[in-house]
């Protein structure tokens, strides 16, 4: 193998994945975004290290920022994977989706919001823009399952 990063579905139950880097010589995968945990919060990283940089400016960061003993309602902890979630994750500074692991719950979750924005017409919403297409949820299969009553 020669260790580059390919990219694969991680799948997560009926009509939920989420697209996983693997790094064909090491085994491991890693959902592709990371993420900052600030004042029970989380931030992509662009937000996370924008904080940083503010906190340092204001002579508030931690004397060993690399060593994270420190309380993450402080000072920003990461960049780190989210790891898995009951509901997809948006960044607590610019809404960007955190591209979230999900657990089975958080799976049904997703399903269930989605299946109700399109029955509420509502297209434009996340569930719909986001999540859909990141965790292929089939908006056929969806729309359609609606279209039976089921």
Request: hydrophobic share 35%; charged share 25%.
């Amino acid at each position: 193998m020669d260790g580059s990063v390919h990219l694969h579905t991680y799948e997560l139950g009926r009509q939920c994945s989420a697209r996983v880097t693997w790094n064909v010589a090491t085994g491991i995968g890693a959902v592709a975004m990371n993420v900052y945990i600030y004042q029970a919060a989380l931030y992509c990283e662009e937000c996370g290290e924008a904080i940083k940089t503010n906190l340092g400016a204001a002579g508030l960061a931690p004397e060993d920022a690399d060593d994270e003993t420190y309380d993450s309602g402080e000072y920003p902890k990461g960049p780190m994977d989210e790891g898995e979630s009951d509901t997809p994750s948006h960044c607590g500074g610019c809404g960007t989706f955190l591209e979230s692991r999900l657990t089975s719950d958080g799976c049904a979750y997703v399903n269930e919001a989605v299946r109700e924005a399109i029955k509420a017409g509502r297209m434009g919403a996340v569930p719909v823009t986001a999540w859909a297409s990141f965790y292929d949820v089939d908006i056929e299969e969806t729309d359609s399952e609606d279209a039976d009553g089921e």
